[in-house]
C-alpha cells in the first residue's frame, strides 16, 4: 500500500470515490475484504518511522503480529501465510511541555520534541498466497476512524509496494 | 531520566565518569541498580516520538511491561509499583530506497522518509515507591549496548523527571 495513500484522503477525494464504488461496508476494506484485527493494538514493534513532505509531518509505527515478528527476527522472506503488519501514522505534534524542559535542561541546544498526535490512519498488509496471488500475496487495507478508505485508494497500494518485491513488498526493516 | 542523556555519551564523557566512579558492573545502572528486564523488546507500545536539534535526530518508541500498560489505557495515576517504561532511542536515517518511491509516486511533493539506524541507547523507568521513595519512586537506568551508563549520567535523571510531577514524572502520554 502506498505509505502516504491519506494525500489522496486530505484532498477530500475519500467519500467521492467510496460512493462512485458503491461500497456499503466501510469496516471491510475493498477490493481485499480486509477488516481491522481485533488486538493489532497489542502487537509487537517491528520499527518506527517519520515521513516529512511541506505541511506534512507523521510519526509512524509498524506493529506485526506473532507471525510477522517472528519472520521479521528470522530475516525469512518471503513472509508466510497468516503474517499481519499494522501500519500507525499518527499526525506529529510539537510538544511545548517536553521543549520547555529540554530549555532548561540544555540552553541554547534549540532541542525540539515531536509527539504523536491525532491518529491520521491505520493500514495493514495480509498475507495470504493463495487468496492474493495477484498482487504478490499480500491484501492492503487502509481505515481511518475505523471506516475504510475507498476503493481508489486501495488501487494505488500494491503499484506502490511493487518496487519492494525483493524483499516480499514490505519496505518496514525489524529495528534493534 | 534526562530524554537526551545521550548527549553527555556524545562527547565522549561516560567511559571517564565511569571510571571516576569505580564502577565494576556495567550491566547494571549505578545507584538504583537496575539491569535490563529480560524481553522488554517484545512489550507493548505506548508511543513513538522524534527529537530534533542541531545534528542531533532521533526516533524513539517507548515500551510497557503488562503493568505498565494497563495504566496507561486506564490513566491510572500513580502508576502501581512493578510498571517498568522501556525508552529505544535510534538515530533517525534518511532512507534513500523509500524516497526514490515516493519521487515516483508523488513527483513535486518533496516527501522525506526518516527510518530508525543504529540504535542510541535504551533507558528504563522502574516504579517501586519503597525502594525508590528519594526520587518518586522510579529508578531510572540508562544502556548503550548492553552497557549502563555513568552514575553521573544518571544522577541527571530524575532532576529532568522532576516537572512532570502532576504525571507522576513520566513525559510519554499513550497514543491511540
Not at 109 to 127: D, H, R, T, W, Y
Request: hydrophobic share 40%.
Amino acid at each position: 500500500m502506498k505509505p502516504i495513500t491519506f494525500v489522496l484522503a486530505a484532498i477530500g477525494a475519500v467519500a467521492g470515490m467510496a460512493a462512485a464504488s458503491g461500497q456499503a461496508d466501510r469496516e471491510t476494506a475493498p477490493i481485499y475484504e480486509i477488516k481491522i484485527p481485533p488486538g493489532y493494538r497489542d502487537w509487537q514493534l517491528i520499527s518506527v518511522n517519520h515521513l516529512a513532505g511541506g505541511a506534512l509531518k507523521q510519526l509512524r509505527a509498524q506493529l506485526g503480529n506473532d507471525i510477522a515478528i517472528k519472520a521479521f527476527r528470522e530475516g525469512r522472506l518471503p513472509f508466510p501465510d497468516g503474517t499481519i503488519i499494522a501500519a500507525l501514522h499518527w499526525n506529529e505534534a510539537s510538544s511545548d511541555e517536553n521543549n520547555k524542559i529540554l530549555a532548561i535542561g540544555f540552553p541554547g541546544a534549540g532541542l525540539q520534541s515531536f509527539v504523536a498526535g491525532p491518529a491520521e490512519n491505520i493500514q495493514f498488509m495480509v498475507k495470504d498466497s493463495k487468496k492474493y496471488f495477484g498482487t504478490g500475496g499480500w491484501g492492503f487495507a487502509d481505515f481511518k476512524d475505523g471506516k475504510s478508505a475507498s476503493e481508489a485508494v486501495h488501487k494505488t497500494c500494491f503499484p506502490c509496494h511493487e518496487p519492494a518485491k525483493d524483499r516480499d513488498y514490505v519496505f518496514t526493516r525489524y529495528a534493534r
